[in-house]
């Protein structure tokens, strides 16, 4: 979907990506935060099509959140990709199987048939992505995207500055003439990797939100943003809130699964009732197959002139019985596999909630 909303031209600060105060905290340097001080200025696109081909900000937001969405799905591998390498690719490496002084990464790239072409528009983006694909709020992922694309702009072309603070598996993926974030709209399209820090919390990789921001950073973000969360009791709460959202969910899937899991078992059960059932009526039937046969009086010729009729019905009834028991035992097997399936969604589901669950507990809500 291109991306067409009216362009505009503002300049906004230099600030820094909010960071966890903890080993995988993103250190902003000083002095070239203090240099680059009020020198962004975003060059978005002048040249519009009529209102009509414009697209909603609910449609530009949706194309984050389908990769947020699909991101979330496939949770729980080492390495994700999602979406269209031609338009906007999703990669998450997970944390876990790094060293512990280094960030994991979330790193969304626009292809070079991306439609985006406007700071405000690619902030939805990254928001949309990031209420999916982390349970935020509309308002936090919001502050949020501004936060990163002011990051990505700070670290634009420069991978020796980011080399050691994020994992080898990151850093294999970052190309020095893509990485970050141009200024200008016309570089975006296919030289954009736009880079979202992540941190481990108990297996499960959350986007490094929670440092103290300094002073002239929230001084010069709230020129920008009047009420822009700045404090680190703002973001713990807000962090708080996710992770409540994140348990709800949890605890939701894990019922679900649950139900689905008894209601797979009960049909199970039942079939296997049914066959049983179905295999005693059949060795029945069969027994009055056996004995109709033994009364069929043929003549010389051999051939059958009395009784014939019924044992043809009971052979009859014999190859339908055993179709339909076949069938069972099929269905039976399916079901099994069903089943155990069901079975593990539900051990994986059930696990995770109560590690969330622990989450909530930890932090006192």
């Known amino acids: 979907m291109d991306i067409m909303k009216t362009g505009i031209l503002f300049g906004i600060i230099l600030g820094v990506f909010i960071a966890r105060p903890c080993l995988f905290a993103v250190d902003v340097d000083n002095k070239e935060l203090s240099r680059a001080k009020g020198s962004v200025v975003f060059e978005n696109n002048k040249n519009l099509p009529p209102p009509s081909a414009w697209d909603s900000l609910d449609a530009i937001r949706s194309i984050g959140a389908r990769l947020g969405t699909a991101l979330k799905e496939e949770r729980g591998k080492s390495f994700i990709t999602v979406g269209d390498k031609k338009r906007y690719l999703l990669k998450e490496f997970l944390p876990g199987n790094y060293p512990p002084e280094t960030l994991s990464a979330d790193i969304l790239e626009l292809g070079s048939q991306a439609g985006v072409d406007n700071i405000r528009n690619l902030r939805l983006i990254i928001a949309g992505y990031l209420e999916a694909a982390y349970n935020y709020d509309r308002k ?9 694309s002011l990051y990505n702009v700070l670290y634009r072309n420069k991978l020796d500055a980011l080399a050691g603070r994020y994992s080898k598996q990151v850093v294999s993926q970052l190309k020095k003439n893509r990485m970050g974030l141009a200024q200008s709209f016309k570089e975006w399209p296919g030289r954009t990797q736009i880079i979202v820090p992540l941190y481990d919390k108990n297996g499960e990789a959350l986007v490094e939100v929670a440092a103290v921001l300094e002073a002239e950073v929230v001084k010069e973000a709230e020129k920008e943003r009047p009420g822009l969360t700045t404090s680190k009791e ?51 039937v069969y027994a009055e197959l056996v004995r109709a046969q033994k009364d069929v009086v043929k003549n010389k010729f051999g051939q059958p002139i009395q009784g ?23 269905d039976y097997q399916e079901t099994q596999i069903a089943r155990k399936n069901a079975a593990d969604e539900f051990a994986e589901a ?8 622990a989450d909530v507990q930890r932090m006192g809500i």
């Open 234 to 284: 703002s973001l713990a709460a807000k962090e708080q809130a996710a992770a409540r959202k994140s348990s709800e969910e949890a605890q939701k899937k894990k019922e679900n699964l649950g139900n689905l899991l008894k209601k797979t078992q009960e049909k199970e059960d039942d079939l296997g009732m049914r066959i049983q059932k179905a295999k005693e009526e059949l060795e029945t």
């Open 308 to 330: 014939n009729e019924a044992a043809k019905k009971l052979e009859d009834d014999v190859r339908r019985r055993q179709d339909a028991l076949r069938k069972m035992e099929a």
């Open 350 to 357: 059930e696990s995770d909630a109560a590690k969330k669950l």
């Open 140 to 148: 936090y992922a919001e502050e949020l995207a501004i936060y990163i």
